[in-house]
C-alpha cells in the first residue's frame, strides 16, 4: 500500500484533541456522516464494536437572523429542500426527469424559470451545493435523480455517526491485512505508473522529493481520488500512466467534476445554546439563543449556511459547512482566515454579537480539502451527460490496472465512505477474477 500521506484514512481524517481540552470527543475533519444504513459500514461497525448513534435532535432554521424550530428528528435533506407546493414540484420534474440528460439549471431554465419558481430554485440549488458540493451548472439531473433513490434504498434520510470516530472503520478494516504480505509505505507518493498486461511497476518518492525504491506488481489497484487523477502531471501528487490510460477513462474523467466545501468545527467552553448548560439554569440571562436539542441548524447564510452539533451527544461543537461554486472565494483563504469567516456567518445565523462568540470559543479546527494536493476537493459529482463516467473510470485496464474509489461507484453512492468501501470490494474481487 503506497500512501501519500502519514497517515491511513484519507478524507476520512479523525481528530482527537490533547489532553487538556475540554473533553475528548473525536472530532471529524473530513467525512463524519453515515449516510442511511449502508451495510458495509453496519457490519464493519458491529465486527469491530464502534457506536453508531443515530441523530435524532431538533432541525432548527434562520432566516435572516430570525430563528424557528423545523422538524424533529431525521429528515434533515427535506428540511434543506425546503418544503413548499412549488419546491415539490420542482423536485420531482429533477427526480423524474425523462428527457435527455441536462445539468440542474438548465432543467430550471426551461421548466422554472418564471418567477413563481424562483424560491424553489434557489432552494433545491442550495441543496444540491450543499449537500453533493455540485455546481448546479454543471451536475447532472440524472445522477441527481440516482444518488437520491440509491439512498432512499438504505434509509437514507438517517444520519449517524461513529460515536469512536470515523477512523475506527480503517483502523479495524486495517487490523485484518495479513501483516507477512502486506507493506504499508506512508509519506510515500506514487507519481509514475508503468504497466503492460500483466505487469506494473510504481515510480515513487519521499514527501521532500527524493526518489524511492519503486515498486513491481503483477497488478495494481489505484484508489487516487478523481481531482489526483486530473492534476497536470507538475502537480504534487499527481500520478502519470505510461503508456496514457485508455481514451475511454480519460474521457470518464472529463465527464466528473470535483466538488469543493468547507467545514470548519467550532469547539466552545460550553454548549451555551443547549438549555442544560449550568449557566442557563442559574438563569443567569443568556446573550445567545437557546435551541434545545439543536441537531442541524439551516440558514440563508451566504458564507456558511449549515449548521450542525454533535446530536445526539452533547459537546460544546458547532460545525459550519459550506459547499459547492459558493465556497470558491473561501478555499482560497488562509486557515485562520476561513475560520474568522466562520465565526462572522455564526454571528449571523444566532443574530449574536460577534464578541459574543469570540470570548466563548475555544479552539477551530479545519482541513482545506481543495488546497490538499492528496484529495484537491472534497467529493466528485456527475457532470450533465456523464452518466456513465463512474462506471468507465472503475473499470479494469488489461486486467492489470484497477480502480476503486468514490469516484468510481456507480451504483449512485459517489461521494460517500460506503460507496468508497463499496468499490474497494468490486475491486478486490475483479483483482482475484484476474489472477487468481
Ligand atoms: C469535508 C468532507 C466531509 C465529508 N463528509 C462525509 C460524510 O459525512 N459521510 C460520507 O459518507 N462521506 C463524506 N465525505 C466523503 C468521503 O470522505 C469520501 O467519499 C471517502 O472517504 C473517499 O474515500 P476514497 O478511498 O475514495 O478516497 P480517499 O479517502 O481520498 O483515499 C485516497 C488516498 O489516496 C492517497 N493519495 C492521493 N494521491 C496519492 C499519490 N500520488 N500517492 C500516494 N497516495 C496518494 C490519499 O492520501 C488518500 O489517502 C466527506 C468528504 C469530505 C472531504
Known sequence: MVEARDRLGGRIWTMRPDAGATGMWPMELGAEFVHGRPPDILGIAQAASLTLAELAGTNWISTGGQLSRGATGDDVEAEEAGESEENDTTWETVMGWQGEDATLQEVFATQFADVRWAAAREQIARYVQGYDAADPAKVSVRWLAQTEAAAAAIDGSRQYRVVDGYDRVLTWLYAGVAPERTV???????????????????????????????????????????????????????????????????????????????????RFREPFWDPWQPAQLGGSAPETPILPRLSFLLSDDAVLPTWWTSDPLLTPTLTGWAG?????????????????????????????????????????????????????????????????????????????????????????????????????????????????
Open 184 to 266: 504499508l509505505a506512508l509519506n510515500t507518493l506514487a507519481h509514475t505508473l508503468r504497466w503492460t498486461p500483466g505487469a506494473v511497476t510504481v515510480e515513487v518518492r519521499s514527501r521532500d522529493g527524493k526518489e524511492l525504491e519503486p515498486f513491481t506488481a503483477r497488478a495494481v489497484v489505484v484508489t487516487a481520488p478523481l481531482g489526483v487523477l486530473t492534476a497536470p502531471a507538475d502537480q504534487l501528487g499527481a500520478l502519470r500512466f505510461l503508456p496514457e490510460l485508455p481514451q475511454g477513462h480519460l474521457a470518464a474523467c472529463a465527464k466528473l467534476a470535483m466538488g469543493q466545501t468547507v467545514k470548519v468545527i467550532l
Open 324 to 436: 459547492g461554486p459558493p465556497t470558491e472565494h473561501l478555499v482560497r483563504q488562509a486557515d485562520a482566515d476561513i475560520a474568522d469567516q466562520a465565526m462572522e456567518a455564526l454571528a449571523r445565523v444566532l443574530d449574536v454579537r460577534r464578541a459574543d462568540l469570540d470570548r466563548r470559543l475555544e479552539q477551530w479546527h479545519l482541513h482545506n480539502w481543495s488546497t490538499d494536493p492528496f484529495a484537491r476537493g472534497a467529493y466528485s459529482y456527475v457532470r450533465a451527460g456523464g452518466m456513465d463516467a463512474p462506471q468507465q473510470l472503475g473499470t479494469a485496464v488489461a486486467g492489470t490496472v484497477f480502480f476503486a474509489g468514490e469516484a468510481t461507484n456507480a451504483d449512485g453512492h459517489t461521494g460517500t465512505v460506503h460507496g468508497a468501501l463499496a468499490t474497494g470490494r468490486r475491486a478486490a474481487d475483479e483483482v482475484l477474477a484476474a489472477i487468481g
